[in-house]
DNA sequence: GTAAGAGTTCAAGTGCACTTGAAGTCAAGG
DNA sequence: CCTTGACTTCAAGTGCACTTGAACTCTTAC
């Protein structure tokens, strides 16, 4: 019951298919051991991590990114207050910046209903100055400036 | 001075790499009519048409689903406050979502300092049920339930 | 004994959002 | 005349995040 996971048992409890638990760790994001017919098994915390993954995902970071991020949390071991109050630290401000953004632009959204958005030069929701010119080819991260 | 742009005005001006707005403009997501020598001539709306694009696929959303946003605006005149209007009742309540759930992760992860996480059932941050096994494959849209 | 079901590897395929390359056109300047 | 630079089209390539398919192994149930 408290035995570990397979594949399949991880892929069901974390709502990621397989295919993509096996990529993950090919990248270096998860790890598992092998019990005696080669199967992977999977310690309990991987759930954590894969949860951990989806969200940092869904904060726009790529695969490449979180893996720096992943990196901090302990592998051979239950992650304590201690980890947590790291990783939430690291978190924090990046959640509030994007928050903050977020407010800010549909700050202005709203104030582009009485202004009607008949300047460029003045609309701060379309005009954002260089906020769109930086960034390099692909599709932008969610969290930036 | 208040001519039509040519594409690589646009791309100046927007950020937006001139391969990039061709690909826009196949999508349906921008329009052009074209000099005596065949070469794209925007209106200067395109600038506002393309700032919004790009702000859109911040939200996490795809070219797909912006085209049928930028369907909205009208592309033969300067939007006016009743289109912004339309605009913005729509978005408002898609950014307030995504605040909000932002916000929601924001205190979860907070109290997980306290916590300490020591449970996967307790915690809502790496344990939000459901939440993120409904999704297709793919990256996931940031917007979600 | 054999068939089902879950796992394995590795290569190739997919979808999105572009970018890059090749080959050509056109207008202006020296 | 010839080059330069900005544009054109179209096909192919790229990077990310996976998925799919083929061929195989292993354990369990009948």
Redesign the interface.
Known sequence: MDAELSIGAVAER????SSALRFYEDRGLIHSHRNSSGHRRYR?SV??RV??I??A????LTLAEIRGLVDELPDNR????DD??RV?AA??PL??A??ER??R??DR??G???C???S?KRCG????G?A???AG?G??L?IDG
Do not use: E, K, Y
């Open positions: 974390s709502g990621v298919a309990r759930l954590r949860a951990f989806r969200f995902q869904q904060m726009g239950v992650p304590d207050a947590w109050a939430s978190w924090t959640l509030d994007h928050i977020l407010q632009l549909r959204l709203t582009c209903i009485g009607g958005c008949l460029m929701v379309l005009n954002p260089d769109l010119a930086h080819p599709p932008r969610v």
